[in-house]
């Protein structure tokens, strides 16, 4: 069981640790061996643990990230399944150890020794990409982007900037702290980190990743719609940005200074330029849009045109009659629907103490059939009174002093009998 103290020692442990080791790298593969415990001991705790502190994530991760700055760890991380842990973690944990974890994953990918394990993770059915997507819209999400309601380009001036952002650009203080707020949204971010990651995969090791996943076939499948509408975004992140420094420029020199013809003139091309290739990005997601839409209605047709092939009336009649055969001839079928039957009026009952009664109401379309060879008795308390009946006289009676003579005769003929 791990308490709160044992949180609180582990933390500054690591961080001593991390110090530690850039004196003596002896104690590597032991610091290695303590962050891979502590790290499966958080992805499955036990009942009794204590809340786990993302403080101490960080800084278990920062022990590993030292490791794979010093370059001796590296080896005995990729060995141990270090990688498929941090993975494992980025998925589940909070936003501030995504961005510790994914600053570590870029440095141990630089080599490309890595990227075997990430492109063949997967949990619950996620994979890679469209968990490096997740981030980064999460990310927008919290800083405050402008995009449409599926994700893509909204503002073509400031496509990746956010709300605070915004306000430090148009801030007129002359002691503002941000003197480049487009390059100070980078630092403590996720999105740099994932654009980096894309690269390294896709582009600087892609030899790497095209021998891999021709063995493991796990990497190049079709995104979702919304992955690639984020995707075209994320693969142009560091473009995306020169163009708000270009922008940020701008308003800078507008501001303090009075430019030169050429520079102004220089300046306001770049940024023209930067605002027509922005809406190329914004088409190619909106393409995008549409292919799904297509696809949706195709889907659509293609059913109905299988509805319309697979005649279904005269299927169902043809079921029908087979199930007909079937409930008259085979015993076992019939066997089998008399017990649904039972156990369908046995629900219905509810046993109440004697001498209660009830009268259950059955469903309308159960299919009941009688049950011979039992015994219903009925106790009742009303009792009826029987009439004398007289026997039918073949004769009319018309008047009543006639059916009384008719009576005296039969009496008289029954005697004489």
């Given at each position: 069981m791990l308490t709160q103290d044992d949180m609180y020692i582990l933390e500054h442990a690591f961080y001593?640790?991390?110090?530690?080791?850039?004196?003596?790298?002896?104690?590597?593969?032991?610091?290695?061996?303590?962050?891979?415990?502590?790290?499966?001991?958080?992805?499955?705790?036990?009942?009794?643990?204590?809340i786990h502190d993302p403080k101490v994530q960080i800084s278990a991760v920062g022990l590993i990230w030292v490791n794979i700055e010093l370059g001796d760890g590296i080896k005995k991380i990729i060995n141990t399944g270090l990688v498929y842990v941090m993975l494992d973690i980025l998925n589940k944990t909070v936003f501030p150890v995504k961005i510790v974890i994914l600053g570590a994953l870029v440095?141990?990918?630089?080599?490309?020794?890595?990227?075997?394990?990430?492109?063949?993770?997967?949990?619950?059915?996620?994979?890679?990409?469209?968990?490096?997507?997740?981030?980064?819209?999460e990310e927008s999400l919290k800083l405050g982007v402008k995009t449409g309601p599926n994700g893509e380009i909204d503002d073509l001036n400031y496509p990746?900037?956010?709300s605070q952002q915004k306000l430090e650009i148009s801030c007129n203080c002359e002691d503002r702290k941000i003197t480049n707020p487009s390059i100070s949204d980078m630092h403590g971010s996720c999105r740099p980190?994932?654009?980096?990651?894309?690269?390294?995969?896709?582009k600087h090791h892609n030899d790497i990743t095209t021998i891999s996943n021709e063995t493991y076939r796990l990497y190049n499948e079709e995104l979702s719609t919304e992955d690639q509408i984020t995707m075209i975004v994320a693969d142009n992140y560091l473009d995306l940005k020169i163009a708000e420094a270009w922008q940020e420029l701008e308003m800078e020199l507008s501001k303090k200074f009075k430019c030169f013809y050429p520079d102004k003139f220089l300046?306001?091309?770049?940024?023209?330029?930067n605002k027509k290739w922005i809406l190329q990005l914004q088409i190619a997601q909106k393409e995008c849009l549409r292919r799904k839409k297509e696809k949706e209605i195709m889907e659509e047709f293609n059913f109905y045109q299988e509805l319309k092939d697979c005649h279904l009336q005269p299927a169902l009649q043809a079921i029908k009659e087979i199930k007909r055969q079937a409930r008259t001839t085979e015993r076992m079928f019939r066997l089998s629907g008399k017990l649904?039957?039972?156990?369908?009026?046995k629900k219905t009952e509810t046993p109440l103490p004697e001498p209660s009664s009830y009268?259950?109401?059955?469903?309308?379309?159960?299919?009941?059939?009688?049950?011979?060879?039992?015994?219903?008795?009925?106790?009742?308390?009303?009792?009826?009174?029987?009439?004398?009946?007289?026997?039918?006289?073949?004769?009319?009676?018309?008047?009543?002093?006639?059916y009384l003579d008719c009576d005296d005769v039969l009496s008289e003929n029954s005697e004489k009998c």
């Open positions: 001593f640790i991390s110090t530690i080791l850039h004196k003596s790298t002896d104690i590597i593969p032991a610091s290695l061996d303590l962050c891979l415990k502590y790290l499966q001991r958080y992805l499955e705790p036990l009942p009794r643990d204590h440095d141990l990918c630089d080599t490309g020794a890595c990227i075997p394990h990430l492109i063949t993770w997967r949990k619950h059915g996620k994979k890679l990409l469209p968990l490096l997507m997740e981030i980064f819209r990746i900037m956010g980190k994932i654009y980096a990651l894309i690269q390294l995969i896709e300046i306001q091309t770049i940024n023209e330029r649904t039957q039972k156990y369908e009026v009268h259950a109401t059955y469903m309308k379309n159960i299919n009941v059939n009688p049950v011979f060879g039992h015994e219903i008795s009925i106790n009742s308390k009303i009792k009826h009174e029987i009439p004398c009946v007289r026997p039918v006289s073949p004769c009319q009676c018309i008047d009543r002093n006639l």
